[in-house]
């Protein structure tokens, strides 16, 4: 293959191999983190003491209590007086034992209802998709006991029923289920692309120190804006918050389900700057070879002059 050819196949497979990485990285992330129940529920656990989901889920407790009591009770003078004692339960339920089984059970049967509904096929199914719901009528229970215990007027009338709160819209189950499966496929064979681009594309190359450099800095590249990315997306999903929704809550959740990716960015940041660096130094501090002179070449000469003397010497005698 003519050098010219080799030098343009291998910058066209680095180019593609240095594109990759951080695609998939996001896809690898997506496919086998937030899609493993059992990864997503170990991430958010530590969530449960945040002080900023701990208020959140205390205000969505206490309100939706509230709610439940006015729409079913009939006492409107105790309306107001009720309604500090409900988020005091509420927020003191938050800091018990009970609350962080609560809230781990709760994130790992919506975690399983939402994986369920993306990866069944519901082509044959007429009677169409239906919305995820999770049913989170334990964690009411925990509240009424303990506005029972402290003797708060109305508790134990507090209705506790199995609703079914929608998590996920049967609208948007279609186009995200197409979306799940091709980002399970692309979790696993993005990466080995870029891989495969990579080593097809040094093994080609006519200059290959140049070449290593130029990926290692490709890759340090992709790692840099996979981390701008995710600090993008952080403010995109914070600013398309709905009112009411807390967003310190939301931004620790944002960063706990992130912190796998952000550590991925890292390194492909720190791997990239640290392999162009060597490469680039073992240029510098590799000793040069010299081809040294062949004096052997030069002693048989010198040796063989004194053999042609004596043989000229008996002619000069005999003349």
Same mark, same amino acid.
Request: hydrophobic share 50%.
């Given at each position: 293959?003519?050098?010219? !050819?080799?030098?343009?196949?291998? +910058?066209?497979?680095?180019? !593609?191999?240095?594109?990759?990485?951080?695609?998939?990285?996001?896809?690898?992330?997506?496919?086998? #983190?937030?899609?493993?129940?059992?990864?997503?529920?170990?991430?958010?656990?530590?969530?449960?003491?945040?002080?900023?989901?701990?208020?959140?889920?205390?205000?969505?407790?206490?309100?939706?209590?509230?709610?439940?009591?006015?729409?079913?009770?009939? =006492?409107?003078?105790?309306? #107001?007086? $009720?309604?500090?004692? =409900?988020?005091?339960?509420?927020?003191?339920?938050?800091?018990?034992?009970?609350?962080?089984?609560?809230?781990?059970?709760?994130?790992?049967?919506?975690?399983?209802?939402?994986?369920?509904?993306?990866?069944?096929?519901? *082509?044959?199914?007429?009677?169409?998709?239906?919305?995820?719901? =999770?049913?989170?009528?334990? $964690?009411?229970?925990?509240?009424?006991?303990?506005?029972?215990?402290?003797?708060?007027?109305?508790?134990?009338?507090?209705?506790?029923?199995?609703?079914?709160?929608?998590?996920?819209?049967?609208?948007?189950?279609?186009?995200?289920?197409? @979306?799940?499966?091709?980002?399970?496929?692309? @979790?696993?064979?993005?990466?080995?692309?870029?891989?495969?681009?990579?080593?097809?594309?040094?093994? =080609?190359?006519?200059?290959?120190?140049?070449?290593?450099?130029?990926?290692? !800095?490709?890759?340090?590249? @992709?790692?840099?804006?996979?981390?701008?990315?995710?600090?993008?997306?952080?403010?995109?999903?914070?600013?398309?918050?709905?009112? @009411? $929704?807390?967003?310190?809550? +939301?931004?620790?959740?944002?960063?706990?389900?992130?912190?796998?990716?952000?550590?991925?960015?890292?390194?492909?940041?720190?791997?990239?700057?640290?392999?162009?660096?060597?490469?680039?130094?073992?240029?510098? !501090?590799?000793?040069?070879?010299?081809?040294?002179?062949?004096?052997?070449?030069?002693?048989?000469?010198?040796?063989?002059?004194?053999? *042609?003397?004596?043989?000229?010497?008996?002619?000069?005698?005999?003349?």
């Amino acid at each position: 293959m003519p050098p010219r !050819l080799r030098s343009a196949l291998s +910058a066209v497979l680095l180019a !593609l191999s240095c594109l990759l990485v951080p695609f998939g990285a996001l896809a690898a992330w997506a496919s086998y #983190g937030l899609a493993d129940t059992g990864r997503y529920v170990t991430t958010m656990a530590p969530l449960a003491a945040d002080p900023a989901v701990r208020e959140a889920v205390a205000d969505a407790i206490g309100d939706g209590i509230v709610r439940e009591v006015d729409q079913r009770l009939d =006492v409107r003078p105790l309306r #107001g007086s $009720v309604r500090p004692f =409900v988020h005091d339960a509420a927020r003191s339920f938050t800091h018990t034992r009970a609350f962080r089984l609560a809230w781990e059970t709760g994130n790992r049967v919506t975690h399983d209802a939402v994986l369920r509904a993306l990866r069944e096929d519901r *082509q044959d199914d007429t009677d169409g998709d239906r919305p995820v719901t =999770v049913d989170f009528a334990p $964690v009411t229970a925990q509240v009424k006991r303990l506005l029972t215990r402290d003797h708060v007027p109305l508790a134990a009338r507090i209705p506790v029923e199995h609703t079914a709160v929608a998590v996920l819209p049967a609208a948007e189950l279609a186009p995200l289920r197409k @979306g799940f499966h091709l980002l399970e496929v692309a @979790g696993f064979w993005l990466p080995v692309a870029a891989v495969a681009f990579a080593v097809t594309g040094i093994a =080609v190359a006519v200059r290959r120190r140049r070449v290593i450099v130029a990926t290692a !800095l490709g890759t340090a590249l @992709g790692g840099a804006l996979l981390g701008l990315a995710l600090t993008a997306g952080r403010a995109l999903t914070l600013d398309g918050l709905p009112a @009411g $929704v807390s967003h310190p809550a +939301a931004g620790a959740v944002y960063d706990a389900l992130t912190a796998t990716l952000r550590t991925v960015s890292w390194l492909l940041l720190a791997l990239g700057l640290t392999v162009a660096l060597t490469a680039w130094l073992t240029r510098y !501090l590799r000793p040069s070879r010299r081809p040294r002179p062949s004096r052997p070449a030069r002693g048989r000469r010198e040796s063989a002059a004194p053999e *042609q003397a004596p043989a000229q010497a008996p002619t000069r005698a005999r003349a």
